[in-house]
């Protein structure tokens, strides 16, 4: 209706569609009729196309930032990691890993209470207010992608280094982009051994931390990653098309 209208459709596709999880005919269906599409993933492009959308393009997540920023006081650290997200059956090797080698844990999100060894360490949802104070209060902040989604980074890629955290992350091509070699900004893993190993090297050295924490919050706000960059990211690409008409 709204394309017999003459609208320009885009859609911002956050969640991986092909995900079995969430996969619906309706929806696939419906978005070839989008003039636009981006997606946070580079895993979909393709797919997108296969079923005939046209426009598709790679634009990342990003994050908000009068929620996510450094928290002002200055605290002290405890040798411990913050995760914030869902316990998605193929996180919990990794977590289970850290705890083996007894390594706090400050578990944010749902479903970890279901898991008989990390259940303990579950402590509720994460407010953004709370995710500043355990960025700064942690040693090490975990990031990692929801394989599911085929995703290369995810919403806490950007809004826990926008707090200032240092951060161990997963090693995937889109965290690469974002945060630079190994030891610039976040210290790389690939497997729950490398996560042991990195962590450990992290608590133990106060001015590593201080640097990373520095140049990751620097990765992300120093460039235009707020959600309102990526409005307006899209809103000059529409422009741009409507300037030139649609010759795809």
């Known amino acids: 209706l709204l394309r017999s209208r003459n609208k320009y459709l885009v859609h911002y596709s956050t969640d991986d569609p092909w995900n079995p999880g969430q996969k619906?005919?309706?929806f696939l269906d419906g978005i070839k009729e989008y003039h636009a599409i981006y997606?946070?993933?580079?895993?979909?492009?393709?797919?997108?196309?296969?079923?005939?959308c046209k426009n598709v393009s790679y634009l990342p997540f990003g994050y908000d930032d009068t929620l996510y920023s450094i928290?002002?006081?200055?605290?002290?650290?405890?040798?411990?990691?913050?995760?914030?997200?869902?316990?998605?059956?193929?996180r919990i090797p990794i977590f289970h890993e850290l705890a083996k080698n007894k390594i706090s844990l400050c578990l944010y999100g749902d479903y970890w209470n279901r898991d008989a060894t990390l259940k303990k360490y579950h402590l509720g949802?994460?407010?953004?207010?709370?995710?500043?104070?355990?960025?700064?209060?942690?040693?090490?902040?975990?990031?990692?992608?929801?394989?599911a989604n085929r995703d290369g980074s995810a919403m806490r890629s950007f809004e826990i280094p926008a707090c200032g955290a240092c951060c161990v992350v997963e090693d995937t091509e889109e965290h690469?982009?974002?945060?630079?070699?190994?030891g610039e900004a976040v210290l790389y893993f690939r497997t729950?051994?490398?996560?042991?190993?990195?962590?450990k090297e992290a608590f133990v050295n106060p001015e590593l931390r201080k640097r990373l924490r520095r140049n990751a919050h620097?990765?992300?706000?120093?460039?235009?990653?707020?959600?309102?960059?990526?409005?307006?990211?899209?809103?000059?690409?529409?422009?741009?098309?409507?300037?030139?008409g649609d010759r795809e």
Do not use: H, Q
């Open 24 to 26: 619906a005919k309706w």
């Open 39 to 52: 997606s946070t993933r580079k895993s979909n492009l393709a797919d997108f196309k296969r079923i005939g």
């Open 71 to 90: 928290l002002g006081n200055t605290v002290k650290e405890k040798p411990e990691i913050l995760f914030a997200g869902g316990a998605d059956l193929d």
């Open 125 to 147: 949802r994460a407010s953004s207010e709370k995710i500043r104070e355990k960025a700064a209060e942690s040693m090490v902040s975990l990031l990692l992608v929801r394989r």
């Open 176 to 182: 690469r982009e974002m945060f630079g070699p190994d």
């Open 192 to 199: 729950p051994e490398e996560l042991v190993r990195r962590v």
């Open 218 to 244: 620097k990765a992300i706000t120093g460039r235009p990653n707020t959600y309102v960059d990526r409005l307006k990211t899209i809103l000059e690409r529409v422009e741009e098309k409507n300037s030139i």
